[in-house]
């Protein structure tokens, strides 16, 4: 029978199932919720029950709080009103995982008095990747099944585990059947039934606590250890706290008393606001703006790389890892087998760090083909050239491939700078060609813009955005102009960072204000991370600027010992005598006066130069969205997750503020200051990016 729109009341024999059904994901909404309890309290009622089923119909069982939710007035029953009731019922209640039981839900099946789960399914608590921690309950009920080490590692890191991993550690009590969860639930709540089995309650158990009282050394080693990752982020340190608790002289409920207090304060700070803007602006981002969703997504089974280099072995390790053939096309067998040697020797690592096996590193190469001629790619679906950063080379390759690429094949170019259009022009099918910008290393980085040509074809754009997915990447699609968007924002913050260092501010003084704001390193590290030479072109290279002069001297950057920092044989670095020298001295030839720069003016010129470049880029259409700009410099430029982006982060000064900004720095250091219509516009309006 109905309970509600989204649940449903059985009975078989003595076991009554409640099952809800709340797509997508079956989020605890305030209707589920309702459901739930309804659908319990019959059971209790019904004097023939004896146990209850909690199911989910759909994709998923319960997949944590409704996130839209956040911010409004609570619905009863709250939450945790709705655990007490399960918790304290009269009457075992089974919950049957399928899916991904995760956050609220995962903490809803807590309190249940057993859980069963089919093996494809998985359980976690990712509340840490929105800025929170599991506020019901989890961070108290975890530990006391799967003791403090693992729930340190489980809840901090947000990382699923699987149902046979959940078993072995006592978060499941029973597998189920592939397929067969619904049945095998009500046969093991006979099971319950019939050996009459106890109502048992995590809360009561303190055996998996005893192994670490008195290892407060437990807590210290493990923030040491996560010390890098945790920085910045303000939930990792919540959460542990929490946990820390456990061992305390607290009462369960003084426990949980304690988590919600800092579950509130998480809520509440800017930091979860601005990590909960990113999980649905990375959804959004994949929603294709004047694309119908049912545009054809076209068949990608076999893809051709041409370039065997960092970028294109890097990328055809993205589809080798995907499950889909390569073949990997160089001018040389030299250049050919060096690349799979060094495809090869990252797989290697991998499985010796334990996250593949050994015996995946041979099927992965196996999904690799190596040629030295492009002839071989006339069967391929799709074809990425990731060969050198000139037009001339690009249009060369783009000509072949338009002779030798089988018709509807998809056209790819990874340029990160150039004209995709001035390449599709090249070929006879411009519709074809589509601009795929990874970002290095290519099998690490999430991040994947998609660049739309003014001909590229609506199921070619559909596809490609697709194929980020398969990749297990983000995609965004972006317009075709100089940079895109990423690299066009990071131009914005290169030439602030250029003119601070002639001016007074020290390499290493702009790369500190960056990092202490969150980017996991600075503006001059990662230059001479990526190669000082990336885009130098030796014979028209002129003393022009600073980066110049520092190739002109072979200083390349980390490769090759020094760039703006020397560097140890270790790669550890430290600033340059030489390039201070190098610095002051072109600073002199510009007549630029030096002067003393604050860590505020440095961070202002920054990061407001970068949000002025963002609202040029939603003013010229070549983003379509706000909340995509954010998504790439958090995915593919280490823009810190916790302050939302360029964008978010403007809207959190506020408007006024920023136009303020813009307008004084304008009048201090010119154009890339001036105010973008956007900003003014919006400035004027009362309103954020948030509504552009
Ligand atoms: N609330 C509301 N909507 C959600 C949602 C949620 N928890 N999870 C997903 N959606 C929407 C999502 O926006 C998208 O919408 C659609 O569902 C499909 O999602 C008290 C406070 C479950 C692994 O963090 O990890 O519980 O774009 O594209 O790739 O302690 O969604 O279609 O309109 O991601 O198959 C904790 C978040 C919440 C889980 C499925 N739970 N979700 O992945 O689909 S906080 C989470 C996911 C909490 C408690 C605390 C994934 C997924 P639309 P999707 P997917």
């Known amino acids: 029978m109905k309970v509600n729109d989204v649940t449903t009341y059985e009975v078989e024999g003595p076991v009554a199932v409640v099952t809800l059904n709340s797509?997508?994901?079956?989020?605890?909404?305030?209707?589920?919720?309702?459901?739930?309890?309804?659908?319990?309290?019959?059971?209790?009622?019904?004097?023939?029950?004896?146990?209850?089923v909690l199911i989910c119909e759909g994709r998923t069982f319960f997949a944590g709080a409704d996130i839209t939710e956040f911010g409004k007035p609570t619905v009863d029953p709250s939450l945790r009103d709705l655990q007490l009731m399960v918790e304290n019922a009269a009457k075992p209640v089974?919950?049957?995982?399928?899916?991904?039981?995760?956050?609220?839900?995962?903490?809803?099946?807590?309190?249940?008095?057993?859980?069963?789960?089919?093996?494809?399914?998985?359980?976690?608590?990712?509340?840490?990747?929105?800025?929170?921690?599991?506020?019901?309950?989890?961070?108290?009920?975890?530990?006391?099944?799967?003791?403090?080490?693992?729930?340190?590692?489980?809840?901090?890191?947000?990382?699923?585990?699987?149902?046979?991993?959940?078993?072995?550690?006592g978060l499941v009590d029973e597998l189920a059947a592939e397929g067969h969860l619904r049945a095998d639930a009500i046969a093991f709540a006979n099971r319950v039934i019939d050996e009459n089995r106890p109502l048992l309650k995590v809360r009561d158990r303190a055996e998996k606590l005893d192994e670490a009282r008195g290892k407060p050394e437990i807590f210290a080693d493990f923030r040491k250890a996560n010390a890098r990752r945790f920085r910045g982020f303000k939930a990792p340190e919540a959460i542990i706290r929490c946990i820390e608790?456990?061992?305390?002289?607290?009462?369960?409920?003084?426990?949980?008393?304690?988590?919600?207090?800092?579950?509130?304060?998480?809520?509440?700070?800017?930091?979860?606001?601005?990590?909960?803007?990113?999980?649905?602006a990375e959804r959004q981002a994949g929603k294709i703006v004047g694309i119908p969703a049912d545009t054809p997504i076209l068949p990608i089974?076999?893809?051709?790389?041409?370039?065997?280099?960092?970028?294109?072995?890097?990328i055809a390790m993205s589809f080798a890892n995907a499950g889909i053939p390569v073949t990997l096309v160089d001018t040389s067998d030299d250049a050919l087998s060096r690349g799979l040697r060094i495809i090869r020797g990252?797989?290697?690592?991998?499985?010796?760090?334990?996250?593949?096996?050994?015996?995946?590193?041979?099927?992965?190469?196996?999904?690799?083909?190596?040629?030295?001629?492009?002839?071989?790619?006339?069967?391929c679906d799709l074809i990425i050239e990731a060969v050198f950063e000139q037009m001339e080379i690009k249009q060369e390759v783009f000509a072949k491939l338009d002779r030798i690429a089988k018709p509807g094949a998809i056209l790819a170019t990874n340029t990160s700078y150039l004209d995709l259009d001035e390449i599709a022009s090249a070929t006879s099918r411009p519709t074809s060609v589509v601009g795929l910008h990874f970002f290095s290393p290519a099998h690490?980085?999430?991040?994947?813009?998609?660049?739309?040509?003014?001909?590229?074809?609506?199921?070619?754009?559909?596809?490609?955005?697709?194929?980020?997915?398969?990749?297990?990447?983000?995609?965004?699609?972006?317009?075709?102009?100089?940079?895109?968007?990423?690299?066009?924002?990071?131009?914005?913050?290169?030439?602030?960072?250029?003119?601070?260092?002639?001016?007074?501010?020290?390499?290493?003084?702009?790369?500190?204000?960056?990092?202490?704001?969150g980017f996991p390193m600075g503006h001059f590290q990662m230059r001479d991370l990526v190669g000082l030479d990336v885009g130098w072109n030796r014979e028209k290279s002129s003393s022009s600027t600073v980066r110049e002069i520092l190739n002109e001297m072979g200083r390349h950057g980390q490769k090759v010992g020094g760039g703006f920092y020397d560097y140890d044989e270790s790669r550890n670095r430290k600033p340059s005598p030489v390039v201070q020298k190098v610095i002051e001295d072109f600073a002199a030839k510009?007549?630029?006066?030096?002067?003393?720069?604050?860590?505020?003016?440095?961070?202002?010129?920054?990061?407001?130069?970068?949000?002025?470049?963002?609202?040029?880029?939603?003013?010229?259409?070549?983003?379509?969205?706000?909340?995509?700009?954010?998504?790439?410099l958090i995915t593919g430029y280490g823009w810190p997750k916790y302050e939302g982006g360029p964008m978010f982060w403007a809207d959190l000064q506020g408007m006024p503020q920023v136009i303020e900004k813009l307008n004084s720095l304008q009048a201090e250091y010119g154009d890339a200051f001036v105010p973008s219509p956007l900003i003014k516009r919006l400035a004027s309006e009362g309103k954020g990016f948030r509504d552009a």
């Open 346 to 379: 990252n797989y290697e690592a991998t499985a010796k760090k334990g996250r593949m096996k050994a015996e995946d590193v041979d099927a992965r190469m196996a999904l690799l083909t190596g040629s030295v001629r492009m002839e071989d790619l006339s069967d």
């Open 23 to 52: 797509p997508p994901v079956n989020a605890l909404s305030a209707a589920v919720r309702q459901g739930i309890a309804d659908g319990l309290k019959m059971a209790l009622e019904d004097d023939d029950v004896r146990a209850m």
């Open 590 to 632: 510009q007549g630029i006066v030096r002067r003393e720069l604050g860590d505020a003016e440095i961070r202002d010129r920054i990061l407001y130069a970068m949000v002025n470049e963002g609202a040029k880029l939603l003013d010229e259409g070549i983003a379509s969205r706000a909340s995509d700009i954010d998504v790439i």
């Open 444 to 517: 690490v980085m999430k991040l994947l813009e998609v660049v739309r040509g003014k001909e590229t074809r609506a199921d070619i754009i559909a596809t490609s955005m697709k194929l980020a997915k398969t990749l297990g990447k983000i995609g965004v699609l972006v317009g075709n102009a100089f940079g895109f968007v990423g690299n066009r924002i990071l131009a914005a913050r290169d030439a602030q960072a250029n003119r601070l260092i002639l001016e007074g501010a020290t390499p290493e003084a702009v790369d500190k204000v960056l990092y202490d704001f």
């Open 301 to 314: 089974r076999k893809v051709g790389v041409i370039g065997a280099g960092t970028m294109g072995g890097g």
């Open 245 to 280: 608790a456990t061992l305390e002289d607290k009462s369960f409920d003084e426990g949980m008393a304690f988590e919600r207090a800092l579950f509130i304060e998480l809520q509440a700070d800017s930091q979860s606001a601005a990590q909960r803007h990113i999980f649905f």
């Open 94 to 169: 089974i919950a049957t995982i399928h899916g991904t039981a995760l956050g609220g839900g995962l903490e809803l099946a807590l309190v249940a008095h057993y859980r069963i789960a089919v093996p494809s399914a998985k359980c976690g608590l990712p509340e840490v990747n929105l800025g929170l921690l599991p506020g019901a309950g989890g961070t108290q009920r975890l530990p006391r099944i799967v003791g403090i080490p693992k729930a340190l590692d489980l809840i901090t890191s947000g990382a699923p585990v699987s149902a046979k991993a959940a078993k072995d550690m």
